[in-house]
Structure formats: C-alpha cells, structure tokens
C-alpha cells in the first residue's frame, strides 16, 4: 500500500517538473541565453564563415521562438513537441559553449 501511495507521489512529482520546463518563461529563458552565447561566439570567432552563418540562423530562429513563446499559439504545442524543443535547444546551447570554449586566444602572449 505505500509502495503504491510513494509511487503515485512520485509520478506526479515527475509531471509537475516536467511542466514546470515546458513553460513559456522557461523557454524564453534558453533563447535569451543562446542569443547571448551566439553573441559572444561571434565576437570571438569572426573569421570562419560556416560558423557565423550557423550563428545567424541560430540567431535569427531564437528571435521567432521569443515571438512564438509570448503569443498565444505557444499555449496550442503539445507537451511532446515542446519536450523536443526544449531538447533541440540545449543540445545546440551544448554545441554554441564548445564553440566558444574552442576558440583561439586572440594572442599568443602569456598574460
């Protein structure tokens, strides 16, 4: 009998957090810091052409995701394509640290 009662606590405990990343400010969040981090990997990178076409698009699709999240159409996407979104999302903020974690010193004087 408590086994049952932990589990259903834990269910929906599991489906409150997973909720709670699905939310729109959440998600605006993750655009506002890949914007951020698009900005500085291309300040940092600006001689490579594939990459600072990488970061416009990434760019460019962050501001229609922050459109997209404050309108009410945001409200009408299953919980399944957010949960892939919200995935896509940080894999790519994943790739955009590398990136700048990646990029070379811009001397090669020893401070």
Do not use: C, W
Not at 3 to 8: F, G, L, M, P, S
Not at 52 to 64: A, F, Q, S
Not at 68 to 86: G, M, Y
């Amino acid at each position: 009998m408590l086994h049952r009662i932990n589990k259903y606590f834990r269910k929906t405990l599991q489906k409150h957090r997973q909720k709670r990343q699905l939310t729109a400010r959440e998600f605006n969040r993750i655009a506002e810091e890949m914007l951020y981090l698009a900005h500085i990997a291309e300040r940092i990178n600006p001689e490579q052409n594939q990459t600072l076409d990488n970061l416009r698009t990434i760019k460019t699709e962050m501001d229609k995701l922050s459109q997209l999240v404050n309108s009410r159409e945001f409200t009408k996407i299953p919980d399944q394509a957010r949960l892939e979104l919200r995935e896509s999302m940080l894999t790519t903020r994943k790739k955009l640290m590398e990136t700048i974690n990646g990029a070379q010193p811009p001397t090669t004087t020893l401070q």
